[in-house]
């Protein structure tokens, strides 16, 4: 019932009914009743003691959605008609696996509707549409194993004010409006369901509810062999093969079919120009006669610069910890634009406009769509770029972080000379109706500046090698500037102060106890994804946050916490023998 109760209140809750299946042996003699329970991926299958009897549940990799035509209101722990022809493939996979079901009765088919999210994680904490509206839903058929913890800090965020822990994977604000709508949730729960059991592949993309979300410049990069990857509905090119083919993944936890495709992307936005579309960036317009003074509270950094300036900042908790990771650029007086990362914008804009004090004049809009984003990344970007536009951009009329409008093709352009990767780079924001005029300009010119198209892949190899963090796997907000090495970031004692400042004054007076580090494997055969433990002369200090194959370098990069209760700084971490564990 929760997306309707959610609906009655205008909050998004994006789950959808499944059928789900178990059946019930008759009594099997002697059956132990201390048994454990068996679960069996390949086959999709669990089996457990259930009163002298077994109960065999199935996971199927297509499910049956149940409830497209609203569910009724007299429903109440009611069952679903059998379908023994649905779960038949299972039922003869369970007898294989366990033969003494062959010689025993059914007594019981059970069919029951269960929720599913389009993640497969469940919904926690306030949503971001109505104060003090607190969800937990969508526990996607692991509500029992999940409902004490779920409890816990359910009832500490209520209290509290925050989590008590990093729990963005089942922060509610990280639906999508998009994810309400029921023809989506159809189908993506038809998937869903079975993701429970599906092997977890590095890299793996969802099939379901496929395109929704797409860049202008889609088309161009399908034709040029891009093979895209799924982030918060956007279609997002995560590398190319050669143009005209249909790329998909082979997937391994070795190295995959793409890996060496990545990796001459890589090289050519370190040595040359790399082109990404990185249109799905969340980007809001904060505007009005107090918008200055309403961000410079918000970020830790002073953002009350001259127009025409982009600023890298971050948003802090009452903590001290890191709620958000972005770039303020100043447009004029009273407008400043918001960039953020696309699983930000439903969370990001949220905290932005619940600290914006009732009495101030300042609006913020989410432009997001408005804008396609062309980054044009490495050495010759400048090369490329200036034989596109009469502007001026050496670096000393276009130094690191300035932002102005240039001409470029038929269009204006917004150009920012920020970068992501390490690299001499400019971030493109062009008007969509514009983007595609524009990209046809950028690629013939290209041709003979070397242009090479990039994806996310590299993009993360590329930032990984450089230590630049990712929210979200390298700081969340648990994470202070001062253990994540981002104090460069933060302006302590700038006029009017901001969000976090007492308790990062509070944590610099002692020596923190835990500093992000980036690790380089020195043997060049085993990849990092993240989680792998990370040892410190034989003791686990902490866990890798990220991880990708560092192309420049030769090896694996991780990104990861160093922990040590006397302190940890330079020294310390100079001083220990590391060893990262990869299963």
């Not at 982030?231 to 997002?236: A, D, I, K, S, T």
């Not at 276009?398 to 240039?406: D, N, Q, T």
């Amino acid at each position: 019932w929760a997306r309707e109760v959610g609906q009655l209140c205008e909050v998004n809750v994006p789950l959808h009914a499944a059928e789900h299946f178990y059946v019930v042996t008759e009594s099997i003699p002697r059956l132990p009743t201390d048994l454990p329970v068996l679960r069996e991926p390949s086959a999709c299958n669990y089996y457990k003691e259930d009163a002298g009897k077994l109960l065999i549940g199935m996971f199927e990799p297509v499910a049956k959605p149940w409830g497209m035509d609203g569910i009724p209101e007299d429903f109440e722990f009611e069952t679903l008609p059998e379908d023994v022809a649905h779960i038949e493939t299972h039922l003869d996979l369970a007898t294989k696996r366990i033969p003494l079901l062959s010689e025993t009765g059914i007594k019981l088919f059970f069919n029951g509707p269960e929720s599913f999210t389009p993640d497969n994680r469940y919904f926690l904490g306030p949503a971001p549409e109505v104060s003090n509206f607190f969800v937990a839903a969508g526990f996607n058929s692991i509500g029992i194993q999940s409902a004490g913890g779920a409890g816990k800090v359910i009832a500490e965020w209520m209290v509290d004010g925050h989590p008590p822990m990093d729990l963005w994977d089942v922060d509610i604000r990280r639906a999508m409006p998009f994810q309400g709508n029921r023809s989506y949730l159809h189908d993506r729960t038809s998937e869903a369901l079975g993701l429970l059991y599906a092997m977890h592949w590095p890299f793996r993309q969802v099939e379901s509810s496929r395109p929704v979300r797409m860049s202008v410049l889609h088309d161009r990069l399908r034709v040029r062999g891009a093979c895209f990857g799924e982030v918060c509905g956007w279609e997002r090119a995560n590398w190319f093969d050669s143009p005209g083919s249909s790329p998909n993944y082979d997937y391994s936890y070795a190295r995959q079919n793409w890996f060496e495709k990545s990796g001459a992307e890589h090289t050519a936005v370190r040595e040359g120009v790399g082109l990404f579309d990185l249109s799905s960036f969340a980007k809001f317009l904060l505007q009005g006669a107090d918008a200055a003074r309403v961000l410079g509270r918000i970020c830790a950094r002073n953002i009350d610069v001259y127009p025409g300036r982009a600023v890298y900042t971050q948003w802090l908790n009452q903590r001290g910890g890191i709620e958000a990771d972005l770039t303020v650029t100043r447009l004029d007086e009273e407008r400043f634009l918001i960039v953020t990362s696309a699983a930000s914008q439903v969370r990001d804009l949220c905290w932005l406009r619940d600290h914006i004090p009732d009495d101030a004049r300042a609006v913020a809009t989410d432009v997001t769509s408005a804008y396609a984003v062309i980054g044009l990344m490495g050495p010759a970007s400048r090369q490329l770029l200036s034989a596109l536009t009469p502007d001026d951009l050496s670096a000393a009329s276009f130094p690191f972080g300035a932002s102005r409008e240039i001409d470029l093709a038929y269009a204006r352009v917004r150009a920012t000379r920020m970068s992501y990767v390490g690299e001499l780079g400019w971030e493109l924001y062009v008007p969509s109706e514009f983007a595609l005029a524009v990209f046809d300009s950028i690629a013939a010119t290209g041709t003979s500046h070397g242009l090479t198209l990039a994806g996310y892949h590299a993009l993360n190899s590329l930032r990984i090698e450089k230590a630049y963090r990712h929210w979200g796997h390298d700081i969340s907000d648990e994470d202070t500037p001062l253990e994540a090495g981002l104090m460069f970031a933060v302006d302590l004692g700038k006029p009017g102060g901001f969000i976090g400042e007492d308790a990062l004054l509070r944590q610099k007076e002692q020596r923190p106890t835990r500093r992000l580090v980036q690790f380089l494997l020195d043997d060049p055969g085993p990849l990092l994804y993240h989680d792998e433990p990370i040892w410190r002369d034989g003791h686990r200090v902490g866990r890798t946050t990220s991880g990708m194959y560092g192309y420049t370098l030769g090896a694996a990069v991780g990104l990861g916490y160093v922990e040590n209760a006397d302190g940890v700084d330079a020294e310390h971490i100079a001083s220990g023998r590391y060893e990262i564990e990869v299963a």
